[in-house]
């Protein structure tokens, strides 16, 4: 059990703003990488789906462009291909009560405040009666995502009613040709949620989405020989991002401000502040620390909000698929690593109570002397006036979307029966670099600056416009096996299991990403027509269960007091749920 030790290293004042120019600045990271994991789910190829995406060494028609430039090769004279999807996703969070930590935290501050009672019961200084004042109303609730995903797209975010779409694209393979040519339109990532507006869970997102839309991918496939062909892709892709976050840190300093210790030494009983002269500070005595307004540990302290995207990623897939025997087939394929950097809009408009205190303790004589005795180290303090105007303007967001290797077999066991096994590697490490870059000064990200000097030694590179945000996540490898069925000369019958490990490293877990280790589960079919006409169908199950004791995930309900980054449900007991159901169907003609 942690110990509260009501005397900080820092000064009280102190630790609680830098701590929000901290947590405020970080909260950025959670979406993106909550988003990212859910990498070749939103592809819509049945074939790949049903074949738990094992099909590296037996690419699946148009979407080889993706799994597997090489397989164009196998698509003979012009043939066109649509394909739909239909998502339904759910995504739970548990929020249970308090561990140790916060509720002995609680208990004793109520012990402390009992001396500073009226014969009501109500606290002195201006306070709310403490179990108003402490309220948490994220205690023993549930939150559920709400209707279809919300994307993010040209035109900014869009909250779906279903999960569903369609794409497609069309290959040429000129008669008597070792060349085939091919485009298509596909989505390699693509996700997002919004829960209401009064919905315990909208401290870790409001809404949220992030995209990756291969819109145009012009390849070209060649016939080595026989047995081995070779393919490339060059991808002109949209990349989009958006976010709503209203804001709720219940951090231990703020219940320090709240103390009777800060309020009697500070502040009247009527709520007004003192002259620091009053407590033999050492300071000219005609000046006030006003840090008196009462700001409730659970108040939701602002709302952060912005649209970022870039019309132009270009990316790249290489393939490679050898048949040495005839019931024999490698395949090896690497995605690129792209590069994003998207510009949009922010908006943080702080609310009030907490946005009076700001104003009021940045109106304080002692904060003039202080911020001109940091200003000789080149370090800056927010004015009262830049507090008082919400901070909104342009925004940089770049990150690396990471490189990914696949090598697959697929062995025809039997004249009926093949069976598909990939590997792949995902250097999910290298998007473990956020750089956040504000076309102004954010008021809490100066407060941010000092903090990140003084608690990391500028681990997280907060300037007052930026933030150089580092995640911890690791590089993963996984696999994925199918089996196919040859009914009969028309109809084919394919199952499939992939397993996906979370990027999240065991000794950094974090509640904010729902989507950790997963299974996925799926069966599916394909039917030869008339007139060279083919289609695929496929049913997909993804599931994947968390559980995240108090105080066990730095981001989502860390308590460590030293630890700001964003704790938005500090010391509460916390389980994820999230389910996929997809359905997928794909038609295929030659014109």
Request: with cysteine.
């Amino acid at each position: 059990m942690l110990a509260f030790n009501p005397k900080p290293r820092l000064a009280p004042v102190q630790v609680y703003a830098l701590a929000w120019g901290v947590g405020i600045a970080l909260v950025l990271q959670s979406t993106p990488t909550r988003a990212s994991f859910t990498d070749s789910i939103t592809i819509g190829n049945p074939k790949a789906l049903s074949l738990g995406h094992a099909v590296t060494a037996d690419p699946p028609d148009i979407d080889s462009i993706h799994f597997n430039p090489a397989g164009l090769s196998r698509l003979k004279g012009r043939q066109m291909f649509i394909k739909g999807i239909v998502g339904l996703f759910s995504t739970e969070m548990e929020l249970g009560g308090y561990g140790d930590y916060m509720s002995d935290m609680i208990d004793d501050y109520r012990e402390q405040h009992r001396a500073f009672e009226d014969e009501n019961g109500d606290l002195l200084y201006g306070r709310s009666p403490w179990d108003e004042y402490v309220y948490n109303e994220t205690l023993f609730t549930k939150s559920r995502s709400e209707g279809g995903p919300t994307l993010m797209l040209p035109g900014g975010m869009v909250d779906m009613p279903i999960g569903a779409g369609m794409a497609g694209g069309a290959t040429y393979n000129p008669p008597g040709s070792r060349f085939t040519f091919g485009t298509n339109v596909y989505a390699p990532m693509m996700n997002g949620m919004h829960v209401a507006k009064d919905d315990p869970g909208r401290f870790a997102q409001e809404r949220a989405a992030f995209t990756l839309i291969t819109y145009f991918s012009p390849t070209v496939a060649y016939e080595v020989s026989d047995e081995l062909s070779v393919g490339l892709s060059i991808n002109f892709n949209y990349s989009g991002m958006g976010l709503e976050l209203p804001i709720h840190e219940p951090h231990v300093a703020i219940f320090f401000l709240g103390s009777p210790f800060i309020q009697g030494t500070f502040c009247n009983s009527d709520g007004t502040p003192k002259q620091v002269g009053d407590n033999n500070l050492g300071l000219n005595p005609e000046w006030v620390v006003d840090v008196c307004t009462e700001v409730p540990p659970f108040t939701t302290f602002g709302k952060l909000s912005f649209e970022v995207d870039q019309n132009l990623v270009l990316g790249y897939n290489l393939g490679l698929l050898w048949q040495p025997k005839p019931w024999l087939t490698l395949g090896l394929s690497y995605n690129s690593a792209i590069d994003v950097e998207m510009d949009g809009e922010f908006a943080f408009p702080i609310y009030d109570p907490f946005k009076t205190f700001l104003y009021n303790f940045h109106s304080s004589d002692v904060l003039e002397a202080v911020g001109s005795l940091i200003g000789n180290f080149g370090l800056q303090l927010p004015t009262a006036e830049e507090i008082q105007n919400d901070a909104e303007g342009p925004l940089t967001v770049s990150y690396e979307i990471p490189q990914r290797w696949n090598a697959g077999l697929s062995i025809q066991l039997t004249p009926k029966w093949k069976w598909n096994i990939d590997a792949r590697w995902t250097e999910w490490s290298a998007f473990s670099q956020i750089y956040l870059e504000f076309g102004m000064d954010v008021p809490l990200l100066k407060w941010g600056n000092i903090a990140d000097l003084v608690g990391t030694g500028e681990k997280n590179g907060i300037t007052p416009n930026s933030v150089d945000y580092q995640i911890s996540l690791r590089d993963v490898a996984y696999w994925g096996t199918g089996v196919e069925y040859q009914y009969n000369e028309h109809l084919v019958i394919r199952a499939g299991f992939e397993d996906r490990p979370s990027a999240v490293p065991e000794d950094a877990p974090n509640a904010l990403i729902p989507l950790n280790d997963s299974k996925l589960i799926s069966f599916g079919f394909g039917l030869d027509l008339e007139e060279d006409r083919h289609i695929d169908f496929a049913i997909g199950h993804l599931k994947s269960k968390t559980d995240f004791p108090a105080c066990s995930a730095q981001l989502g309900n860390g308590c460590d007091p030293a630890n700001v980054v964003y704790p938005s449900y500090a010391g509460q007991d916390i389980k994820t749920k999230v389910e996929v159901l997809l359905f997928e169907i794909g038609f295929q003609q030659h014109f």
